[in-house]
């Protein structure tokens, strides 16, 4: 797996993905945390606007009662009256007062089993004390866990048992008048709601650190009392102006603080969620999600490292085909299992390449190889250029001297024609290839005098065209080897040639005898043959691979039926390929 990393750019670039696949990694994993944490947080927040609701709905149950109470005072005579003579000094002095002001026709009510039954039961064990009081002093009922009265009487009003604090719990005070007697009032009622009992009910919502504070600074904290810091903690939550919010204590120790501040009484509830906490709580899920993202990291790590192991592969491959080309090595390599992708293309081109050139080597060795054959066969039966010429000009001169024209005409073109032929360049226009058909084209009209006729049409853009010499003598001499007719009396031999928007025609017609479909068929099979020892058209297949060798695959040559009668014979360049051909010596 590992071995992709021996490779410059693939170690550099398998570094890179690490790099950025940690980041993506670690960032999203961060992000995903703290969405979670924001989440409980919230979740938090929520339970803590929950248990202040339950509170401030129990203050309201308590004040209902309380009221109800009042209502039930002040409807009930004997139990005002009660209430009246509860304001005594002492107790024997309420009890005398309460003797004294009973009838014996209706029943003895009392004020503190009253309150017991109505309030401390009622208000389930809330409302643990009830004091009366007048402009000096105060008389108390308390009740213990149990539901059992104590009774004080004659507390100054400025007493510590008075006194007004949320730890001991939260105070209603109403009047005790009597319209019939006093309007303004004879006394107060307090109404003591215990702090316990009240917050008692919110311990089990998830809240984390909770207190009560209130507008002095005193604070009631529900469950065990927390160390100092966190006492200032609290305070300082409770001093900002808003709902909720995040406390630093420390580059990482952050605590989530929510506050409500109460409608009823002069109090915040405060609750306050240390970040360290929220971890240790939900360890389990952020364990959870750290696996998940170490897990998707080092799936995409080995993806990426399967990919560009693969690619390595056929990087070395290419390497490995491009040294077997410069040592000349063209034995097929062994089948490779190519992907799909810009590597696995290369790699594939580049064997079709060196399967190609192979193919393409020894072509064109065994072409050199012919090429040298006909050379020396063509030294080998090559006479004396000067004494042929010397002969054929006595035979001319004879000619002349017998006063036969037409014959000293003929030797004269074969001599021109000879020469030409004979001339070193091998690289000639169309226009001098041209020159040379005309020649050998005169001689065979000067033989089949009346019997035979040519004709020559050629735009001039083909004229300086570069090609291989004599190739077109060829093409001719087939014509009057397989399809002139001997006791025809118009025999007619065509060459146009013409121009078209991307490449350049020569046509080769003539009204010979034609050829047959099979035949046809045979001969448009061996232009485009490797093997043309039984060829029967040495002639075509020599003139095609001539011009496939000078032009390459933009040059072709097809051969069909001419519409009147005969053969045609078509031969299309392009220009591209014409526009390539670079030569210095063209005669």
Not at 58 to 85: C, K, N, V, W
Not at 115 to 142: C, D, F, M, P
Not at 299 to 322: G, K, T
Not at 480 to 507: M, P, Q
Request: aromatic share 12%; net charge negative.
């Amino acid at each position: 797996m590992g071995s992709f990393l021996k490779i410059k750019i693939y170690r550099h670039k398998f570094i890179a993905y690490v790099v950025f696949v940690v980041a993506i990694g670690v960032a999203l994993g961060t992000l995903t945390c703290a969405m979670l944490i924001n989440q409980w947080v919230g979740d938090a927040r929520f339970q803590a606007a929950s248990a202040f609701t339950r509170i401030e709905n129990e203050l309201q149950y308590d004040a209902d009662r309380i009221e109800a109470y009042m209502q039930r005072i002040y409807a009930t005579p004997g139990l005002m009256e009660d209430a009246r003579s509860f304001l005594s000094k002492t107790a024997e002095e309420y009890l005398t007062r309460r003797l004294h002001n009973s009838h014996f026709s209706l029943p003895l009510v009392s004020f503190p089993e009253d309150v017991k039954t109505y309030l401390y039961s009622w208000a389930q064990g809330e409302i643990t004390q009830i004091s009366v009081h007048n402009g000096e002093y105060g008389n108390v009922i308390r009740f213990n866990d149990n539901g059992s009265p104590s009774f004080v009487f004659g507390l100054p009003n400025t007493d510590e048992t008075f006194r007004d604090t949320i730890t001991e719990g939260f105070v209603y005070r109403k009047k005790l008048s009597d319209p019939a007697l006093r309007p303004q009032g004879f006394g107060e009622m307090r109404f003591l709601i215990g702090s316990e009992q009240i917050f008692k009910s919110v311990q089990n919502f998830r809240i984390g650190h909770a207190a009560a504070i209130s507008n002095t600074g005193e604070i009631y904290f529900l469950g065990n009392t927390p160390e100092r810091d966190q006492v200032e903690l609290f305070r300082t939550a409770a001093g900002h102006g808003r709902s909720h919010g995040m406390i630093s204590s420390g580059l990482a120790s952050y605590t989530f603080y929510v506050s409500f501040p109460s409608t009823k009484h002069h109090f915040k509830f405060v609750t306050v969620t240390d970040l360290s906490m929220l971890i240790r709580q939900h360890a389990g899920t952020l364990v959870t999600v750290f696996l998940i993202m170490l897990g998707a990291m080092i799936s995409v790590l080995m993806l990426i490292a399967y990919n560009m192991r693969d690619d390595a592969l056929f990087l070395r491959r290419i390497i490995q085909s491009i040294g077997r080309v410069k040592q000349a090595n063209f034995t097929p390599n062994r089948h490779a299992r190519y992907r799909k992708n810009e590597y696995g293309m290369i790699a594939r081109e580049l064997d079709d390449m060196i399967q190609q050139l192979d193919k393409h080597i020894r072509n064109e060795y065994l072409f050199k190889i012919k090429q040298q054959e006909t050379e020396m066969k063509a030294l080998q039966n090559q006479i004396n250029p000067h004494f042929l010429y010397n002969t054929l000009e006595v035979i001319r001169s004879t000619a002349l001297v017998n006063q036969d024209p037409d014959t000293a005409d003929a030797i004269a073109t074969l001599g021109a024609l000879y020469r030409d032929i004979v001339k070193k360049e091998n690289i000639i226009t169309l226009g001098s290839e041209l020159d040379l058909l005309k020649k050998y084209l005169e001689i065979m009209e000067f033989k089949h005098s009346g019997r035979f006729y040519y004709q020559i049409d050629v735009e001039p853009a083909l004229l300086m065209i570069p090609t291989v010499k004599f190739w077109m003598q060829p093409l001719a001499e087939n014509f009057f080897i397989h399809g002139f007719k001997t006791a025809h009396e118009f025999n007619l031999y065509v060459v146009n040639g013409y121009e078209t928007e991307d490449r350049f025609v020569l046509e080769f017609l003539d009204n010979g005898h034609g050829i047959a479909e099979e035949r046809l068929t045979a001969v448009r099979s061996t232009l485009t043959s490797d093997d043309d020892t039984s060829s029967n058209s040495i002639g075509l297949r020599n003139v095609y691979t001539r011009l496939h060798f000078f032009y390459g695959n933009d040059c072709s040559i097809d051969i069909a039926h001419n519409e009147q009668a005969g053969v045609k014979i078509s031969v299309h360049l392009s220009k591209e390929v014409i526009e390539l051909v670079q030569i210095d010596d063209c005669g």
